[in-house]
């Protein structure tokens, strides 16, 4: 067996037992659950990003040591040094670092994994460039590959560039998964929020495939009766 990282010491003089029983509940690691098999040693997110601001020199072969952890906190952690060595990287060691998250996605195995990183490592890295790519992991069978395609346009959501979004999120709205309508929906308010006439034009254009969490995360920040007109499905389809 190898030998642990000082880092991965530290982590684990850290856990907290009672923490671990509620993670393994709340992130759903139970068989037949989309995080069947997690496992946790009970670290809370802000711990880890406390930590992991004193540990900014982490080399990429740390970060891939920390993501083969079956450890769920090991792999939250590896992915905060990547998003730290892509924001401090030249033009090779960004590239480097988008490579070796796209070479891990089967480690990005639940929505905070995904939703911690998608947006600062691969939407970054895809802002000036061809973003085809997406489009491919919004067909992927892995949950979490399609989870980051449209959790990665939230960079560009944040820039007023919403393009992207609106085509992933129609790809996905046939998906079966309640975790991607919940994505879909959370990526849509933020569209909203920025424009909402464009919202608006894409729930009535999609209206027949739109399921109904989607919808719910979407409409959340409208108006209390237009809100009701979209849940009633009562407004003049375009």
């Not at 085809?132 to 944040?158: D, G, N, P, V």
Request: aromatic share 10%; charged share 25%.
């Amino acid at each position: 067996m190898a030998a642990l990282l000082p880092i991965q010491r530290q982590l684990r003089a850290l856990a907290s037992p009672e923490i671990a029983r509620i993670q393994q509940g709340f992130f759903k690691t139970g068989p037949g659950q989309y995080g069947e098999g997690d496992v946790f040693i009970g670290i809370k997110v802000p711990v880890l990003r406390s930590l992991a601001k004193r540990q900014r020199d982490a080399g990429l072969d740390e970060v891939q040591t920390l993501l083969d952890s079956k450890y769920h906190e090991e792999r939250v952690f590896a992915l905060l040094q990547l998003m730290q060595y892509y924001a401090r990287a030249g033009d090779t060691g960004r590239q480097a670092a988008f490579d070796l998250y796209l070479a891990n996605t089967h480690r990005i195995n639940n929505w905070d994994l995904v939703d911690i990183s998608a947006p600062h490592i691969v939407g970054r890295h895809l802002q000036d460039r061809p973003r085809k790519l997406l489009h491919k992991l919004a067909k992927s069978a892995s949950l979490w590959e399609r989870r980051i395609a449209i959790i990665a346009t939230f960079h560009f959501i944040r820039r007023d560039d919403f393009s992207d979004t609106l085509r992933i999120a129609a790809t996905l709205l046939s998906d079966e998964h309640d975790l991607m309508h919940k994505a879909v929906g959370w990526m849509l308010r933020e569209v909203g929020k920025r424009d909402q006439p464009l919202l608006e034009t894409f729930l009535r254009q999609h209206y027949p495939r739109l399921p109904r969490t989607a919808l719910r995360y979407a409409i959340e920040r409208f108006d209390p009766a237009l809100r009701q007109q979209y849940l009633k499905r009562t407004f003049p389809i375009a």
